[in-house]
């Protein structure tokens, strides 16, 4: 099966030190990309999605000015209607942006 983005959901605030997208409905086992950002000197301190999905980080954080940038992946997504949560150490500019992908490996990183 090819590779396909099914759908994508994007939040971002200056305000609080957490950041929730919108929910969108996830088919179980899709790929699920999620990419998050904040300010330069703030720490990113985590990424969780309100089902439970595991995230591994891919590759290293992209970290200057004007800002920090991490990629990280669930291979085999929960499925269900599902948002994303990104927590900063301090109330700065964050943005978190999540993409599901069907036709995907299950070992992304492996293919």
């Known amino acids: 099966m090819a590779l396909a983005v099914v759908q994508s959901t994007l939040k971002g605030n200056n305000t609080g030190t957490t950041v929730t997208t919108d929910a969108i409905t996830v088919t179980a086992?899709?790929?699920?990309?999620?990419?998050?950002?904040?300010?330069?000197?703030?720490?990113?301190?985590?990424?969780?999605?309100?089902?439970?999905?595991?995230?591994?980080?891919?590759?290293?954080?992209?970290?200057?000015?004007?800002?920090?940038?991490?990629?990280?992946?669930?291979?085999?997504?929960?499925?269900?209607?599902?948002?994303?949560?990104?927590?900063?150490?301090?109330a700065f500019r964050k943005a978190v942006v999540a993409v599901e992908i069907s036709g995907a490996h299950t070992s992304p990183e492996d293919k």
């Open 29 to 90: 086992g899709n790929l699920l990309v999620v990419f998050w950002t904040c300010e330069s000197g703030v720490t990113l301190n985590s990424l969780t999605s309100s089902v439970g999905d595991s995230f591994t980080q891919f590759g290293s954080e992209i970290s200057g000015a004007p800002g920090v940038l991490r990629c990280s992946y669930a291979a085999s997504a929960v499925g269900g209607s599902t948002t994303f949560t990104l927590t900063t150490g301090s």
